[in-house]
């Protein structure tokens, strides 16, 4: 059993600590990026985990999100609250689309079409320059900043104060994402991955909770893609991307599947072994590679199980002394 299942103190205990303490070991920007693909990595987790959906393409809806937030705030004049809006929006709208597709199909011929689902998406935001400036990316994005009554405006220009929005952001979406696991819903999504036909026989729509799950996982992915626009104020082409789909997937296998934490824990590795291998060697994708196959191989759980093994040892060895 996962702790996040045992109890949700420990869960968004874990999340809050995190949160309070990146920001203490690492640049900002990096523990601000950690949390922002958290995000991205917890909603496909949604997908991957939960539901047994096996998607290639949720860079696509990460791009979407930070093409259309970024667009507005490079343009100006647009509140931050209907920026990010629009970016969950689109990118929950794109997801569902997809998702009602490819979901009538199962195994590789599912993956095959999420998969091109992004590089066609991938291919208009390239072929698209005059809106996504192209391979360049879009540049000139700002950060609008939240007028709160009473107390004036909070500038998230700051980095400080950045960091605070995404760390909110990232402690809502991990709470949502808590409690639609554990709803009925959830229990739906999961009982579809272990049997679809048995759980389609007492009465429930697979493909209707499938594509709901979808479409939540793409309007997460979207609010991580409208902060990481902002978060160094540009939106390359690389971020919608199959290699992107790629990463967050590793992210996923990294930490563990089905669990609300493993994910982040699976971002936050990623990305602080992606900066380090890469100061320390130029073919540093080979030594990167080489982790992720021992992870595999000998941590199907990821961290979560890795951490799990570490506490019972732990446990085993103060019973016996």
């Known amino acids: 059993m996962h702790p996040d299942k045992k109890s949700p103190l420990w869960t968004m ?3 809050v600590l995190i949160a309070l303490l990146a920001p203490f070991i690492m640049p900002m920007n990096i ?18 985990g939960v539901s047994g959906l096996y998607s290639f393409g949720q860079a696509a809806f990460f ?35 997809v998702g009602a597709i490819s979901i009538r199909r199962t195994g590789i011929y599912f993956m095959m079409l999420t998969f091109a689902f992004n590089q066609m998406i991938y291919y208009i935001a390239y072929s698209w320059s005059s809106v996504t400036g192209g391979e360049d990316g879009l540049t000139g994005i700002e950060r609008p900043g939240i007028a ?49 036909r048995r759980t389609a026989s007492i009465g429930y729509s ?7 799950a979808f479409v939540v996982s793409g309007a997460l992915a979207g609010l991580a ?36 934490l493993g994910p982040v824990f699976g971002a936050a590795i990623f990305i602080w072994l992606q900066g380090l291998l890469s100061l320390t060697w130029a073919r540093w994708p080979l030594l990167f590679g080489l982790f992720i196959i021992v992870a595999v191989l000998f941590f199907r759980g990821g961290v979560v199980e890795l951490l ?10 103060k019973g016996s002394a």
């Open 13 to 15: 205990g874990g999340a």
């Open 31 to 48: 523990a601000t990026e950690i949390l922002i693909f958290g995000i991205f990595a917890a909603s496909t987790n949604l997908l991957l």
């Open 63 to 97: 791009g979407i999100g930070g093409y259309v937030a970024g667009y507005c705030f490079a343009q100006g004049g647009i509140p931050l609250g209907a920026g990010l809006l629009l970016a969950v929006l689109a990118g929950a709208s794109v997801a569902g689309l």
């Open 148 to 196: 709160i009554p009473g107390l004036g405006v909070f500038d998230i220009s700051q980095d400080a104060n950045f960091y605070v929005l995404a760390a909110v952001l990232f402690l809502a979406s991990l709470l949502f994402l808590y409690r639609l696991t554990h709803s009925p819903l959830g229990l739906v999504l999961e009982a579809a991955k272990h049997n679809p």
């Open 206 to 212: 697979v493909y209707k909770v499938q594509v709901y």
């Open 225 to 260: 893609g409208g902060l990481y626009s902002m978060l160094y104020r540009i939106m390359p082409i690389d971020a919608i991307s199959w290699h992107n789909s790629a990463s967050v997937v590793f992210m996923v296998v990294i930490g563990g599947m089905g669990n609300i």
């Open 308 to 317: 799990t093994r570490i506490r019972m040892y732990v446990s085993k060895q």
